[in-house]
């Protein structure tokens, strides 16, 4: 095995959180400004990824349930798509990277649409979707459809007159 691989068991059998990028909080009103300028408010925040909540999953399969992809060709059809499927991926991050049951804020919403290169947006989504776990997900519920097939009953026979 590779040494990445190697990490990547690691962080994720310990859970660990992992960096993504530090950015500049951009404050809109003028009293933000000042208490940023004195320090009372943070000028830069570094952006984490943890294991995900189970709202937080449900969440996030609903955002890829939306997102439409085809395979095509196209020129114009790719960016098109690309187009319809930006924000979804811009809200896919957010809610992974927020972690909590409140909306997230807005400075990781401009964060993430200004402060980002595109190459850093793929390891980021790559990251989150690493932290669905959707193959435990899907194995769970594979295993509990067996059960059921089974069609077995936890009851026991109660012997007595019919």
Not at 120 to 149: H, P
Request: proline share 4%; net charge negative.
């Amino acid at each position: 095995m590779t040494n990445k691989v190697q990490k990547e068991i690691v962080s994720t059998i310990t859970g660990e959180r992992s960096f993504l990028k530090r950015v500049k909080v951009q404050y809109k009103t003028r009293w933000q400004k000042c208490l940023s300028a004195i320090f009372i408010l943070p000028k830069h925040k570094d952006i984490y990824t943890a294991d995900l909540w189970p709202a937080t999953v449900y969440r996030l399969l609903g955002t890829l349930i939306d997102i439409k992809a085809e395979r095509t060709t196209d020129d114009r059809e790719v960016f098109e798509m690309l187009k319809g499927n930006i924000p979804l991926f811009i809200e896919f991050l957010a809610v992974g990277i927020h972690n909590a049951e409140s909306e997230p804020p807005q400075w990781l919403y401009e964060a993430l649409n200004y402060q980002f290169s595109n190459s850093e947006l793929y390891d980021a989504v790559l990251e989150v979707y690493r932290r669905l776990d959707v193959e435990t997900f899907f194995g769970i519920t594979g295993s509990i459809r067996e059960i059921r097939d089974l069609n077995l009953t936890l009851d026991p026979t109660v012997p007595g007159h019919s």
